[in-house]
């Protein structure tokens, strides 16, 4: 009987080393970054585009989701330029993801909002994303947040697991960062206008307004 | 020994589940999402308490009442092996109730949920077993 109540000891204390273990192991980030990028992961894709396609200014934005810059750019400036320029038609957006090695939930931010884009809701989970950064940022399970985000939006939560599951856009998410790499770029947010580098001052509501209106002086008859 | 050995087993498992649920546990050892899925739906309360703290502390319970018979003064009482017996039994219509949900209504299956519904009928079983076996001690004993 002594033995068995050794035995027994044995067993809780191992299980109990396991448990503190997982509770105390760094947080991981569930989607991959070093994938070999295919050619079916970027066929077609080159960012997540909202506005017209005959808008005369192109931003193309490369931003990280766990970047603090890159969220206050995310809920203060770009809905203003949303409202006002790329709903009326003068300015498309391309965002490209781009995140950085030390923002250990960034890539599992990107991949959530990937799932909710075969949903065909991208730009909602993108910005419940930066919205909820504060929660999720130190969260030791950020993907249960993201998942919530999603559930919120009402997507269908078997494919949006299934697709997070399967880290099916883990390639493509790294095939943006050496996009981005091979375009110079090092620090989040960067953007490009009219394939041209900008400051995220130029990229204000005003400074692309002004840009807007001269390439429409430029280009009247 | 046996339901002491399977009890711990099962305090772990619904242990390490509260614990996600928690979120102090990064993601669980689950493959492609199933468990997730489960743990994450609204099915995962049961009257607003989490399916996992429930499993927790009915493991618990099982842990002490088979601990309990394992002492000499308790060893040959029906009461305890009656009481391990209802409550693994209650266990296993639990455990029904929640596989059934995850086949047809959540469609999803949680391998940490199987294995705890395994550990919970195995208990069911030793119980069952040891049941049987004291009458016969009875029976053989002075009268």
């Given at each position: 009987m002594r033995n068995f109540y050794l035995m027994l000891a044995g067993a809780a204390i191992i299980g109990a080393g396991i448990l503190v273990y997982m509770?105390?192991?760094?947080?991981?980030?569930?989607?991959?970054?070093?994938?070999?990028?295919?050619?079916?992961?970027?066929?077609?894709?080159?960012?997540?585009?909202?506005?017209?396609?005959?808008?005369?200014?192109?931003?193309?934005?490369?931003?990280?989701?766990?970047?603090?810059?890159?969220?206050?750019?995310?809920?203060?400036?770009?809905?203003?330029?949303?409202?006002?320029?790329?709903?009326?038609?003068?300015?498309?957006?391309?965002?490209?993801?781009?995140?950085?090695?030390?923002?250990?939930?960034?890539?599992?931010?990107?991949?959530?909002?990937?799932?909710?884009?075969?949903?065909?809701?991208?730009?909602?989970?993108?910005?419940?994303?930066?919205?909820?950064?504060?929660?999720?940022?130190?969260?030791?399970?950020?993907?249960?947040?993201?998942?919530?985000?999603?559930?919120?939006?009402?997507?269908?939560?078997?494919?949006?697991?299934?697709?997070?599951?399967?880290?099916?856009?883990?390639?493509?998410?790294?095939?943006?960062?050496?996009?981005?790499?091979?375009?110079?770029?090092?620090?989040?947010?960067?953007?490009?206008?009219?394939?041209?580098?900008?400051?995220?001052?130029?990229v204000s509501y005003d400074r692309l307004k002004a840009l807007v209106d001269s390439l429409s002086v430029s280009t009247a008859p | 020994m046996a339901a002491v050995l399977l009890s711990l087993g099962g305090v772990f498992v619904s242990a390490y589940l509260y614990l996600y649920k928690l979120g102090k546990i990064g993601s669980l050892a689950c493959g492609a999402g199933g468990c997730e899925t489960v743990q994450l739906s609204r099915w995962s309360t049961f009257f607003g308490v989490d399916v996992a703290l429930i499993g927790l502390i009915g493991y618990a319970a099982l842990l002490v009442v088979s601990l309990a018979g394992l002492q000499p003064r308790w060893s040959e009482s029906r009461g305890v092996s009656t009481v391990l017996l209802a409550a693994s039994g209650a266990g296993v219509l639990f455990a029904i109730y929640l596989t059934y949900l995850e086949l047809f209504v959540i469609h999803a299956i949680c391998r940490w949920c199987v294995a705890s519904a395994v550990i919970v009928a195995a208990v069911f079983v030793v119980a069952i077993m040891d049941r049987r076996r004291l009458p016969q001690r009875a029976e053989s004993g002075p009268a």
């Open positions: 509770v105390r192991r760094p947080a991981e980030t569930g989607i991959p970054a070093n994938v070999v990028v295919t050619p079916a992961d970027t066929a077609g894709f080159a960012g997540y585009v909202l506005g017209s396609p005959s808008a005369p200014v192109e931003v193309m934005e490369y931003s990280d989701y766990q970047c603090p810059y890159c969220q206050g750019f995310a809920l203060i400036q770009f809905p203003t330029v949303k409202e006002r320029l790329i709903d009326g038609g003068q300015v498309r957006w391309r965002f490209r993801d781009f995140p950085l090695e030390q923002h250990p939930a960034a890539r599992t931010a990107a991949h959530s909002t990937a799932c909710a884009d075969d949903q065909g809701r991208y730009w909602e989970q993108h910005h419940a994303v930066f919205e909820g950064q504060a929660e999720w940022a130190e969260a030791r399970n950020a993907a249960k947040e993201f998942r919530s985000y999603a559930e919120r939006l009402g997507l269908d939560m078997r494919t949006y697991d299934d697709c997070m599951g399967s880290a099916k856009y883990a390639g493509r998410i790294t095939a943006s960062v050496e996009s981005g790499v091979r375009l110079g770029v090092n620090s989040t947010p960067t953007f490009f206008v009219n394939g041209r580098p900008a400051t995220a001052a130029a | -």
